[in-house]
């Protein structure tokens, strides 16, 4: 990737201008039999989307907090870029009640409503389906990222330095993130072209360093699998085999 990215939208930016057309996210849920894969193209066009909904409809603002209340999914992922791209501070399970906006999915929706600022609703449905009814108290990801641009341009610059993502009650700026996801992505041999197998969350650092940032950082992608527990010794091996895994997460 490029030497001169800072923040984790760099790092797309960059990957879109390289290659676009490769893979980028393939997801699994081996609770429902869900797969989405996610071109780096197609990916970033979510985090633009996304990243004019923040903007735009939100009115989120660099130094805003979020908190992010949704498990490893491909949708979390897109979050997580386009609060990069606007330069909006992410915290992974982070207390509503503290926070300026949340996003938060089905099983968490209750404790959202602290929140006193926006809140998302992500139903994490197959296919990215809409909730039959929007949650009370909520707005539909689904039904209000469709309509927004598919190019994103941020009012203000975003400052590399400033916080990004706090995770494990570690706080890291985007320059940090990129310097740790490309150290990760050493550390755990990728190279342009890697295929890292995870079935860890989104809970931890290790869990989104080898679910999204040092595949990212690597110009490789990841094979992230939810629920893959219930895969079985013979399932994974056959996903390793028709995904053309090279590595896999500790």
């Known amino acids: 990737m490029n030497a001169s990215d800072r923040t984790p939208a760099d790092l797309l930016r960059s990957a879109l201008a390289a290659d676009p057309g490769r893979p980028l996210i393939t997801f699994y849920d081996d609770a429902t039999g ?3 894969e996610l071109s780096v193209a197609t990916f970033a066009n979510w985090v633009a989307k996304t990243a004019n909904l923040l903007q735009g409809e ?4 660099p130094g ?12 979390t992922a897109v979050w997580l870029l386009a609060c990069s791209s606007v330069g909006v501070t992410v915290e992974i399970g982070g207390d509503p009640a503290d926070a300026d906006l949340v996003v938060a999915g089905p099983d968490t929706l209750e404790a959202g409503l602290a929140c006193s600022g926006e ?7 197959p296919l990215g389906r ?30 590399p330095d400033a916080p ?45 360093a080898a679910g999204l940032y040092a595949p ?3 110009g490789g992608s990841v094979v992230l699998c939810r629920n893959l527990d219930q895969l ?16 896999s997460a500790p």
């Open 119 to 125: 809140r998302i609703a992500l139903s994490l449905a």
């Open 64 to 75: 805003d907090r979020l908190a992010l209340l949704v498990p490893a999914h491909w949708q």
């Open 216 to 218: 990212l950082a690597a």
């Open 58 to 61: 939100l009115s989120a603002a």
């Open 130 to 159: 809409r909730f039959p009814a929007a949650p009370a108290g909520y707005a539909d990801y689904a039904v209000e990222v469709p309509s927004q641009g598919d190019r994103f341009a941020p009012f203000v610059p975003v400052d």
């Open 232 to 247: 079985g010794a013979e399932g994974l091996e056959k996903r390793v085999e028709s995904e053309r895994v090279t590595h």
């Open 164 to 208: 990004a993502l706090v995770v494990d009650g570690t706080e890291r700026s985007g320059a940090q993130l990129v310097e740790q996801a490309r150290t990760e992505a050493a550390t755990l041999g990728l190279a342009p072209g890697s295929r890292l197998l995870s079935g860890l969350g989104y809970g931890d650092w290790q869990g989104l």
């Open 34 to 36: 869900e797969r989405v």
